[in-house]
């Protein structure tokens, strides 16, 4: 079964620090572009960060620029979203998505299930 899996989530403390990781299962992630996406309650899902087939090329929303970093570990299957300087406005679900080679707003083909992640003191 091809599918993608989020963990790392939790509640953290305003100013804090939290690794999403973003694993695949069923294939390899090398050919693949990987977004990370939000989505808080009452709002429309946003793409936060995404990362290149060949980690060449990165992107971040404005709203998370010196705070995120995207890293991917083909070796490992494995992608990155390693979030410093959180704030209660980074509160939403967390979900990663995989499109062929080059990040875009569209045509992601697998979906992960969503990680929650938590702002608050």
């Known amino acids: 079964q091809l599918q993608l899996v989020e963990s790392g989530g939790g509640l953290v403390q305003p100013g804090g620090s939290l690794r999403l990781s973003c694993a695949a299962s069923g294939f390899t992630l090398d050919y693949y572009a990987i977004g990370w996406f939000r989505q808080a309650p009452g709002k429309e899902r946003e793409g936060v960060s995404c990362i290149s087939s060949s980690g060449g090329s990165t992107n971040y929303v404005d709203s998370v620029k010196g705070r995120f970093t995207i890293s991917r570990d083909n070796a490992k299957n494995t992608v990155y979203l390693q979030m410093d300087s959180l704030k209660p406005e980074d509160t939403a679900v967390y979900y990663c998505?995989?499109?062929?080679?080059?990040?875009?707003?569209?045509?992601?083909?697998?979906w992960g299930q969503g990680t929650q992640v938590t702002v608050s003191s």
């Open positions: 998505a995989a499109r062929m080679f080059w990040c875009g707003e569209d045509e992601y083909n697998y």
